[in-house]
């Protein structure tokens, strides 16, 4: 039996919050850049599915953000994800997704299997002493849980701030609070969430401003480090992909990207380009990648760019392959409007016309069976679609496995709203790209 490598050592959190819309982006991009700006090489990482909150902590941390999921990603290769940053990193830092005990499997699932302790976010306002008790709530719910304590977030005062303390039980430590911050630094957002990194022009002040607060609570120390074994060694994938070149959309419109799908092409052995429908006015590629994004957001430009419209035609007649996932699906059609009413002819390769919501209308995990094995991934949409084309199949919703988003497949071109996680099925992930 080979002698597998040594664990790894590294401080680690976990910070969790009671739901969405907590603060916690924002206080685990104040902690990356904290540690960071003394020196330290922080690794972050996201728990479940989310493209923009990793945008924000890359920024903050100066170093890629990954998902960790036990379903999605997997435990196996959840566990090297730790071990390979624990290798690298003097910190690691989790941010846990709605709260804490939310889904199946949870943030509290993910942090029991790998021993990492918690710091849980409680937004204080309008609240005094009964913050103790929500403290101990989310502390005893799972006694198994290593609890490091609370931070109490948007803090109005000195003496607000000595009520969440008093009423704070002996059990549970108190790690500090965060002051409200005033609207000019906060994150913004939008109907998917917040707004993509490359568009808040100060995102740097508002990072190091944010990082300022640390300094006052007990986060500004290490936590204690932890012990992160080695995963099984991993086998290499075929080369199915060798010598195929795959031009992905990667611009302001489209950039809903994991960055292990991309490894995970590559280690297929596709030859990777990047173009921007935005601005360029034709591809050279054998097939082509079109992410999700917010082509809501640049209907005009779109449009006008008549060149590439010309381009993904031609694309598609050659019956080269095009695999879309949701906005970049939104792109093939024939016609997009805007939640404002505002609309766009687009490439219509696929027949059909999308119409943004107000309202979300699509959400969850979701798994897609294919002949060449299950790809695990993600619905989450604020459009609906209507098309005459009849999808060749459905996905299977994670929670109920009733069936979930229609997968359309017309020639060499296949799309969805799903947001597929290509290492969860790497050979089922060659298949999209393939004639």
Same mark, same amino acid.
């Given at each position: 039996m080979p002698n597998l490598p040594p664990s790894r050592s590294c401080p680690a959190l976990f910070i969790t919050a009671t739901a969405s819309g907590q603060g916690k982006t924002t206080l685990v991009a104040a902690l990356a850049r904290y540690h960071r700006r003394?020196?330290?090489?922080?690794?972050?990482?996201?728990?479940?599915?989310?493209?923009?909150?990793?945008?924000?902590?890359?920024c903050a941390s100066g170093a890629e953000v990954k998902p960790l999921d036990l379903w999605m990603v997997g435990e196996t290769d959840c566990?090297?994800?730790?071990?390979?940053?624990a290798g690298e990193a003097e910190l690691i830092l989790i941010e846990g997704a709605m709260g804490l005990f939310d889904g199946n499997p949870s943030g509290a699932d993910l942090v029991e299997r790998f021993a990492i302790p918690v710091a849980a976010l409680l937004d204080a306002r309008g609240m005094g002493q009964t913050f103790g008790a929500l403290a101990l709530g989310l502390a005893q719910y799972r006694p198994t849980l290593e609890f490091a304590g609370v931070i109490a977030n948007r803090v109005a005062s000195a003496r607000h701030a000595e009520m969440l303390q008093a009423g704070m039980p002996t059990t549970v430590r108190y790690l500090g609070g965060l002051p409200r911050l005033a609207e000019s630094a906060l994150l913004p957002s939008r109907h998917l969430g917040l707004v993509q990194a490359e568009e808040i022009a100060d995102l740097e002040q508002r990072l190091d401003a944010a990082a300022d607060g640390i300094a006052a609570t007990a986060l500004a120390?290490?936590?204690? +480090?932890?012990?992160? #074994? &080695?995963?099984?060694? !991993?086998?290499p994938l075929p080369q199915l992909l060798a010598?195929?070149?795959? /031009?992905?959309?990667?611009?302001?419109?489209?950039?809903?990207?994991?960055?292990?799908?991309?490894?995970?092409?590559?280690?297929?052995?596709?030859?990777?380009?990047?173009?921007s429908p935005l601005a360029d006015h034709d591809i050279c590629a054998d097939a082509?990648?079109?992410?999700?994004?917010? +082509?809501?957001?640049? #209907? &005009?430009?779109?449009? !006008?760019?008549?060149?590439?419209?010309?381009?993904?035609?031609?694309?598609? /007649?050659?019956?080269?392959?095009?695999?879309?996932?949701?906005?970049?699906?939104?792109?093939?059609?024939?016609?997009?409007?805007?939640?404002a009413g505002n609309g766009a002819a687009l490439t219509g390769i696929l027949a059909g016309r999308g119409q943004l919501q107000t309202r979300l209308a699509g959400l969850g995990m979701q798994a897609l069976d294919t002949a060449h094995g299950c790809l695990r991934g993600h619905s989450f949409h604020h459009s609906t679609l209507e098309t005459p084309v009849t999808p060749c199949g459905f996905s299977r919703r994670q929670r109920d496995g009733q069936p979930g988003e229609p997968f359309y497949r017309l020639g060499a071109v296949r799309a969805s709203y799903l947001h597929l996680y290509f290492p969860s099925a790497p050979i089922a992930a060659a298949a999209l790209f393939q004639a």
């Open positions: 003394l020196g330290r090489h922080v690794r972050v990482f996201k728990t479940g599915p989310d493209f923009l909150d990793p945008m924000i902590l890359q566990q090297r994800a730790l071990y390979d940053a120390q290490l936590p204690k +480090p932890i012990e992160f #074994l &080695p995963p099984p060694v !991993a086998l010598g195929l070149r795959i /031009a992905v959309a990667r611009d302001a419109a489209f950039s809903f990207l994991y960055a292990d799908n991309l490894c995970t092409l590559k280690a297929l052995g596709a030859e990777l380009q990047f173009f082509v990648y079109l992410p999700g994004g917010y +082509p809501e957001l640049h #209907l &005009p430009a779109l449009a !006008a760019n008549t060149g590439m419209i010309r381009a993904m035609r031609a694309h598609v /007649a050659a019956n080269r392959p095009l695999y879309a996932e949701c906005g970049g699906m939104l792109y093939l059609l024939e016609y997009l409007t805007d939640q």
